[in-house]
């Protein structure tokens, strides 16, 4: 009896992660911001970003939380985007309204761990790391991405 149900809950997590690996995490649409949205203005930018042009996405980002105030990949990606051009203060905002909106979202505790690093509060940036493993069960790029930035950063210090 123990031997099937060990079997079944076995094949169910197989089945669990085959069906949330990397395409349904690109594909979540929230949790790393980097994903497939439905919105065109976001698409856009996220193209934008992807490109390196962090200015040319901040209207279109901007246009999207007009939209829609709640979207917190837009947030994540007008931290993002202002991290990038050195605006560290107007990204901590950024980054803060869209865990606000999304306490989970996997991108934006990534990049705010990034951000704290850069400010030189690697324990900030450790509890970042803490939020992702608890809510990557089975792992996931973001925890794995901002836990090598820590452990590069503590062998410089």
Not at 42 to 58: F, G, N
Not at 128 to 143: A, H, I, P, Q, S
Request: charge should be positive.
């Amino acid at each position: 009896m123990k031997i099937k149900a060990i079997t079944i809950a076995l094949a169910t997590a197989g089945f669990l992660i085959s069906a949330t690996g990397p395409g349904f995490a690109a594909s979540s649409g929230g949790d790393n911001g980097w994903g497939n949205s439905s919105n065109s203005d976001l698409k856009a930018a996220i193209k934008l970003i992807k490109e390196e042009k962090y200015s040319d996405a901040q209207p279109l980002l901007q246009k999207t939380i007009k939209a829609d105030p709640d979207n917190a990949d837009a947030y994540n990606m007008l931290g993002y985007s202002q991290r990038k051009l050195g605006n560290k203060d107007i990204a901590l905002g950024y980054y803060t309204k869209a865990l606000d909106l999304k306490p989970r979202h996997r991108g934006a505790n990534e990049y705010l761990g990034q951000l704290y690093l850069e400010l030189n509060k690697p324990e900030k940036a450790k509890e970042r790391l803490d939020v992702l493993d608890k809510n990557c069960t089975f792992g996931c790029d973001e925890y794995t991405t901002l836990k090598k930035a820590i452990e590069a950063y503590e062998k410089t210090q």
